[in-house]
């Protein structure tokens, strides 16, 4: 499969780069390129590119149809489960969303997905500002308590969490950003993802949402932290 992608990638960057001069030459990249494509069901790709050969036009033709199936039913539970969940999209993250993840191409970023019971499901940034560390969790469904991920997440310690404060629900504050007016708002350990939308969560960004972890003992920290976002 790697060697497909290798393959592939290599066509992407002679179409898309200029490297091919036209003709017989760009021809060959574009038909090794679906074939890839085909191999690795590259919907995007195959959309982008066609070929006169019966056969392959067979093979993309089954391609893109179950794709275009896959999106409708997608599109259509995200729109319904965003709508019951009071949730607007937003194309891109903000920027300082982005620069926690200053490696991370925001287009590759994942967006909500939906279980086959209907359930919403979303990536989500946990934040330790206390040691400037992050983890994340792949996936959080909407009924899905905070208490549920974190004993998951606390079940051993981190390397750089040497005093073992992050090992227990009941030694750390949760908080959230208000997208509406950027005001902090406690999480709490109970609380369903589902109780956040709406009131606090007003949309998602490509389903990224971030969650700030501070321990309760460090009184400093949670002044400071707290005091950035008071008006």
Known sequence: MERWTDCLNDCKMSLGGGDCDGGERNEKVVLRGIKCAIKLKDAPFLRSFSTTDPELQKQVK?????????????????????????????????????????????????????????????????????????????????????????????????????????TSAKRVRLFMVRQEGGALVEVEMGWRLRDVFGEIISQYQRGLLAVHVLPKDNVELLSEFTGRFRN
């Open 62 to 166: 089954v391609i893109l149809d179950e794709a275009e199936k896959r999106e409708k039913q997608q599109n259509q539970l995200q729109t319904h489960l965003l709508k019951h969940h009071n949730l607007h999209y937003k194309e891109r993250c903000e920027d300082e969303l982005l620069s926690m993840l200053p490696d991370v191409d925001p287009s590759s970023l994942p967006t909500v997905t939906i279980t086959h019971d209907h359930h919403a499901t979303f990536p989500m940034l946990v934040l330790y500002p206390e040691h400037a560390q992050c983890d994340f969790i792949e996936s959080f469904r909407d009924d899905d308590t905070f208490a549920q991920h974190f004993a998951r997440l606390f079940a051993e310690p981190a390397p750089w969490d040497t005093n073992h404060k992050y």
